[in-house]
């Protein structure tokens, strides 16, 4: 790949406390031809999309999490930047997704387990 096809890569943050789901949507999406940064927790959720709020077009965030939850860490990526497209991941039904978050939309839901080619449907609705 060449540097200018390199920097036309869309970014997408993975914020999940399961490190091998982590690591293997990882490499899903790396496949795909995402770049992505990682993050294990809500708190350093919201230090890599400081880090690297320049390039991030998408969150995908989990819901159940140590230290600050999805829920939190959505708010507090709200606050930064109230345009920030968010999928959540969660094994919760979507009615509970959607009611939690009825102040401040989510861009999608994705129950897990999910298919590959869901998500990637998802992504591309979303970034183009």
Do not use: W
């Amino acid at each position: 790949m060449t540097e200018l096809d390199e920097s036309l890569k869309k970014t997408i943050l993975i914020v999940d406390d399961d490190e091998a789901l982590r690591d293997i949507l990882k490499m899903m999406l790396e496949y795909l031809g995402y770049d992505i940064v990682t993050a294990l927790d809500g708190l350093d959720c919201l230090e890599m999309y400081e880090k690297h709020r320049a390039k991030i077009e998408l969150v995908l965030l989990d819901m159940t999490m140590p230290s600050m939850d999805g829920e939190e860490a959505f708010i507090e990526l709200h606050k930064i930047n109230p345009d920030i497209k968010v999928i959540i991941t969660t094994g919760c039904k979507e009615e509970v997704v959607k009611e939690k978050f009825k102040e401040f939309p989510i861009s999608g839901f994705v129950h897990k387990p999910f298919k590959m080619e869901f998500l990637d449907e998802q992504i591309s609705a979303l970034l183009g």
